[in-house]
C-alpha cells in the first residue's frame, strides 16, 4: 500500500495500545514510527523526522510531558505538531498545562478511532504547524510537579480502595483486582520517581 503521509510516530508504552494505533494509522495508508518511551522517541527522531507525533503522557523513563517539553526546547524539533494521548492525565487542569506546552489536541482514551483519525487528518494536512514557544523551565516544573502530586494523592486512594476490597471478595474474583492493584503501584512507583527527580532539579533551578 503507498503511504499518505508521514511518519507519524507514536510513543506509547503499552504494547496493545501500540499495536492498535500503529495498524489504524497503517490501515489508512499512514507510514508509521514507534517508540515505547520519550528517551526512545529522541532516538527515532534523531535518525527521521515525523510528520506528526502521538504520544502517551505516563510513561517509565521519560514521560510525556518531559518528552514534548525537550521538544519545544530545540528550535529543530519545535514545531512538530503533538497529539496526548492519556487515560491517567484527564482533568481540565491537565489538559490545560498539556496545551501550554504547545500541544496541538488532547485525547483521552480509550481512543474513539473515528475522531482519532480525523484529528490525524487535519494535523497532517494542516502543515505547516506553528512554533510553539517553549514554557519557561521554572513554570515547566512547577506545574509539572502539581500534576504528578494530584495523580499520585488519586493512585494512593485507588490502592487502598482496592486493598480494602481484596480482603472481602471471593476467591475466585480476587486475581482480577490483584492485578489491578499491582498495576496501579506501579504507577504510583513511577509518578514517585518522577517527583523525586523533580524536586531535586527545582531545588537547582531556585539556587
Known sequence: MNTLYG???????????????????RFKGYAVLTA?????????????RP????????????????FVQKLRLNPETRAIPVVFLSATYVTSEDKEFA???????????PIDTEDFLLTVAELVTQ???????????????AGYRTRLENKLRHKNTQIARAERLLTTLPE?????FEALLQQSVRDRDEI????YGIYKTLEELKK
Open 172 to 176: 475466585d474474583q480476587k486475581p482480577a
Open 7 to 25: 511518519p507519524i510516530l507514536i510513543v506509547e508504552d503499552v504494547p496493545n495500545v501500540l499495536e492498535l494505533l500503529e495498524v489504524t494509522l
Open 127 to 141: 502543515q505547516p504547524f506553528g512554533m510553539p514557544e517553549p514554557l519557561d523551565m521554572e513554570k515547566f516544573y
Open 51 to 66: 510528520l506528526l507525533i502521538i504520544t502517551d503522557i505516563l510513561m517509565p523513563k521519560l514521560d510525556g510531558y518531559a
Open 36 to 48: 515505547r518511551n520519550g528517551e526512545e522517541a529522541l532516538e527515532v527522531i534523531a535518525c527521521q
Open 99 to 109: 496545551l501550554s506546552l504547545g500541544a496541538a489536541r488532547f485525547m483521552e482514551k
Open 192 to 195: 514517585q520517581a518522577e517527583l
